[in-house]
């Protein structure tokens, strides 16, 4: 059986890929973008690592509608019928049984293809609300897999409950007692990274070490901050671009992380019990969203990307820090709230659509 899997959320589409190949033996193709974002020719993540575990990955080149008008705006709209040529020459070429969509205004062109084609179509929501491209490709999908039940913009008829599917790393980790010491923080603005994040750090760097043992994902972008930050590096301060099959224990042996708000970190924080300080992208009505679920269930605090400067994430993570032990007691409460087994649930859900 063939899956192409398409999409802009790649960790968990990641993560039901090594389902589909371990328990199904599928062959799967991945159509996704080149580069991390518009007007960066810095290559994506999962172009560089589908290929290294032996997943074909094929670049489409599409654009999307913004939520704010930049230098990008025009040129992406022009890139849209550009994707509609390209998607159907290649499920033309890779004729696949099914496809996998994870959302992402790069999925929409595949899937219209795909219903046309009468290939079958299952995509995934993994936040709590949906974004547009879904809200799209859910009119043309046999089966809607979601990751919360509050989320009822679908047709009910389509959806089926998975949960967000999570890496073998993360389900897999044994818990152990931490020994007391430095306190340790990880500092992540996502797969892509984010320039706001990492300046934030920089400005409060020397305060932040004096307090905790920073560890530091910079990402990969046109702005240079990994080779700005790298010279930064000492004994309490470690700096990566892209941190990959050593997160999960990454993430256990810090008692706080400091991220973004996409929902698939904040489901797998959830699982390892980690408090999160959490900075949404401005504007970003998903990310601010989920940001606001999880801070009600007491497992996430809020920094607003309006509010943030080195000052501001330094004071935050100090507070933090001073209630940890309370913060984890909350985390500890809430940890049976996340489906642990999403990734086995929509890689079946997947493999029955044939």
Known sequence: MKVLVTGAHFTPALATIEELKKNYQCEVVYVGRKTTFEGDSTPSVESQVLPTLGVKFISLITGRLQREF???TIPSLFKIPIGFLQAPFILFKEKPDVVLSFGGYIAVPVV???WLFSIPIIIHEQAIISGLA?????????????SFLENHSFNQQK???TGNPIRH?????QHESKAAGVPRVLIAGGNQGSHVINMAVLDCLDKLTKIAKITHQTGDSKFGDFERLSVKQNENYRVEKFIGDGWGKLVQECDLVVSRAGVNTLCEMTILKKPVLVIPIAGHREQNTNAGYFENLGLA???PQ???SGDSLFWNIRE???????LKIKAEKFKKSIIKDGAKKLALETILLK
């Open 169 to 173: 790393e993360i389900i897999e980790i």
């Open 301 to 303: 605090k809020i920094l």
């Open 306 to 308: 309006s509010k943030l």
């Open 70 to 72: 930049t230098i990008f």
């Open 159 to 161: 959806v089926v409950l």
């Open 112 to 114: 219209i293809w795909a």
């Open 320 to 326: 933090m820090l001073k209630n940890i032990n309370k």
């Open 134 to 146: 879904n809200k799209i490709s859910s009119c043309f999908a046999d089966k809607i897999a979601i």
